[in-house]
């Protein structure tokens, strides 16, 4: 069963550092990856998909990674905002199209 | 503007009465599904569907029930069966199932007392 596993569960950091948020899956058989964020109280954003053909996927300061071999994704945020601040999550589908599964998310804070 | 609405935002019940939960999509998706997420526990998929009249359960799908009878819409029912309903509840959609890009609406936040 594919288990997804995000390191750290926080992480504070002051304005304008650039960070690396880590996620790991079980199974590297896995059609794409998506990252996502959450700020309290409410749904969860998309913010990249990566597809298990790709390396990695821009949009912005973020930057994915993926490595499937070794079961990794990195999310990458460049000159770190105080509006960055937020609960990250990773999730991949399931074995078979099956719903994805997610990660417990990084929740990040940028301090001015 | 296309998305998934959820309705309420805050609902509040006496324990023991069943309480319906509203998503609504006008993506044109195939796949709904619907999440729920307390603290410190992540996001666990209560059902799902992949297509009209048809769904499957999760895995935390005891004490709540689903109905798919249009696209559009894939509403949860919470139970009285449910022994903790008080929680997060987020519902998303994806164009045709999970290895497509997923899209959530905002949640409604179910208070049971």
């Known amino acids: 069963k594919q288990e997804v596993t995000q390191i750290p569960a926080a992480l504070s950091v002051p304005e304008g550092e650039n960070l690396v948020l880590n996620c790991s899956f079980t199974d590297s058989a896995i059609y794409n990856l998506q990252w996502f964020r959450q700020d309290p109280g409410k749904g969860l954003t998309s913010l990249l998909l990566i597809q298990s053909s790709q390396r990695e996927q821009t949009s912005g300061r973020l930057n994915a990674s993926l490595d499937k071999s070794s079961g990794r994704s990195t999310l990458y945020i460049a000159a770190s905002q105080p509006g960055d601040s937020a609960t990250y999550l990773c999730a991949v589908p399931g074995q078979g199209n099956t719903p994805l599964v997610f990660g417990k998310g990084t929740r990040l804070s940028v301090i001015a | 503007d296309g998305g998934i609405t959820q309705s309420p935002k805050y609902l509040f019940r006496k324990e023991g009465q069943n309480v319906t939960l509203s998503c609504e999509q006008n993506?044109?998706?195939?796949?709904m599904y619907w999440y729920r997420q307390d603290p410190g526990q992540g996001l666990r998929l209560i059902y799902y569907?992949?297509?009209?009249?048809?769904?499957q359960k999760g895995d935390i799908a005891e004490g709540y029930s689903v109905s798919r009878e249009k696209k559009e819409s894939f509403p949860l029912t919470v139970t009285s069966a449910q022994k903790n309903p008080t929680a997060f509840y987020l519902c998303a959609s994806s164009k045709q199932g999970a290895n497509y890009e997923q899209y959530f609406g905002p949640g409604t936040r179910l208070t049971v007392t």
């Open positions: 993506l044109n998706h195939d796949a």
């Open positions: 569907s992949q297509i009209v009249n048809d769904f």
